[in-house]
């Protein structure tokens, strides 16, 4: 005679505690897919935070460098106009000798 069953004769009470058991496993799996789910909020927020912070420090090392490249293309505006006049001296005074050299040829 076949064995309908497979060779698996289970009793009502072997089946319910079968069930208890697969119960209990699924609990513990449960239990576990959360704590994971809660270690990898906390990894989330780490990163979040470490994330934010080298970003700030990022935005205040451009913002520290802007205000150093306002100051510094201020300081070359503020000194153009001195250059400026310094050159326009030199020239004048350039121009002014090779006149009185030339003045000075001419009358020899």
Known sequence: MTDTNNG?????????DLA???QGNLNEWRARI??????????????RDEL???LNG?????LAARAGLA???HDLASGVPAQRDTV???LQDLRRAVIGARQAFERR
């Open 71 to 73: 100051s510094a293309v």
């Open 8 to 16: 698996l004769d289970v009793s009502p009470e072997g089946r319910h």
């Open 58 to 62: 990022a935005e205040n090392a451009g």
């Open 88 to 90: 326009t001296a030199v």
């Open 52 to 54: 934010s912070k080298q």
């Open 34 to 47: 959360d704590e994971l789910i809660v270690q990898i909020d906390l990894a989330n927020m780490e990163l």
């Open 20 to 22: 208890e058991s697969l």
